[in-house]
């Protein structure tokens, strides 16, 4: 163990709260905790009384600040396509999503589901709803309808969003016919599909409930893009876990402890400055996506890589 590791180690065993409201103070917060932590088993609390937005802290504030000409996101695939978004790009994008999400009758609370692939559009929804206050359940784009439709109901999404192809080995692989699968004979609470055009093909559209992505931002027109401030223990998603040894679990994320852990991860284990360029090399189908390529890297200011393909 590094000298380095060793010392952050003996002060966490020593002084646990002392050791995270450190590691809280180096994130901005709206207002800050009455207390570190509450446990009245078997519930308990992380910085109970604080206000913040974890999308707020991985864009906003890095604007603000004078890092909004640096490279927040590129993307790329295996066909050779190549995206880059700046702090202030990016930024402006989630805006406009998440003055979609308000012309679509989303609120603080409600579930969507994502079942997309490692795109911009899929990062921009996240940070969008974490932004808004709802809450996001994000569904790996490789598995099938009954996995889909069990995650969609269990966590009581108001919308899914999907996209009609990913790129995966070489080829083009559809994914809406999955979504209609997953959705049929359900008395699941989802009022629209929203649907990220990609390919040149025809895709099965059910009048009333799908629309386009470009249908979808107009309904932003008159709306707010705009931050709210979340009680540290307010949920920013749920993520289900694999399945593979049992059912399927929903867990829940929290703007303040979540964000105050992988932040501390990111500095502490991985070393993670502004200045890097940064690539997990995952999906954001599982919690290395969402924390290593999606969040942990925008609350540190550093440039992070989202790879679309084997």
């Known amino acids: 163990i590094s000298p380095i590791v060793g010392r952050l180690l003996l002060e966490a065993s020593?002084?646990?709260e002392g050791f995270w409201e450190r590691a809280a103070e180096t994130l901005p917060w709206f207002r800050k905790w009455d207390k570190v932590f509450d446990w009245d088993f078997p519930d308990f609390s992380w910085f109970a009384g604080a206000e913040?937005?974890?999308?707020?802290?991985?864009l906003d504030r890095h604007v603000e600040g004078g890092w909004g000409g640096h490279a927040?996101?590129?993307?790329?695939?295996e066909r050779g396509e190549r995206q880059v978004f700046t702090y202030a790009q990016l930024l402006h994008e989630v805006s406009r999503v998440a003055a979609a999400l308000r012309g679509m009758g989303v609120e603080k609370g409600d579930r969507l589901t994502i079942y997309m692939p490692v795109c911009p559009e899929a990062l921009m929804l996240m940070l969008a709803a974490v932004r808004i206050g709802a809450i996001h359940s994000v569904v790996f784009a490789g598995f099938g309808a009954g996995a889909l439709g069990g995650r969609i109901e269990a966590s009581g999404s108001k919308l899914v969003f999907t996209s009609d192809i990913t790129y995966r080995k070489g080829g083009s692989v559809p994914l809406k016919g999955i979504v209609d699968s997953s959705l049929e004979g359900s008395d699941s609470s989802v009022e629209h599909v929203v649907l990220l055009r990609r390919g040149d093909d025809e895709v099965s559209m059910t009048r009333g409930r799908d629309i386009d992505w470009g249908d979808f931002l107009d309904k932003g027109a008159g709306q707010d893009g705009g931050h709210v401030a979340m009680e540290?223990?307010?949920?920013?998603?749920?993520?289900?876990?694999?399945?593979t040894t049992a059912e399927p679990k929903l867990v829940v994320h929290t703007h303040g402890g979540y964000q105050v852990g992988i932040h501390t991860?990111?500095?502490?284990?991985?070393?993670?400055?502004?200045?890097?360029?940064?690539?997990?090399t995952s999906d954001i189908g599982w919690i290395v996506g969402h924390s290593y390529m999606v969040y942990a890297p925008l609350l540190a200011g550093s440039t992070t890589i989202a790879y679309e393909g084997s």
């Open 72 to 77: 927040a996101l590129v993307y790329a695939n």
């Open 265 to 280: 991860m990111g500095r502490s284990v991985f070393g993670l400055k502004p200045e890097d360029v940064w690539w997990a």
């Open 232 to 243: 540290s223990n307010e949920t920013a998603f749920i993520l289900a876990t694999s399945g």
């Open 52 to 58: 913040t937005n974890l999308a707020y802290n991985c």
């Open 14 to 16: 020593d002084d646990p």
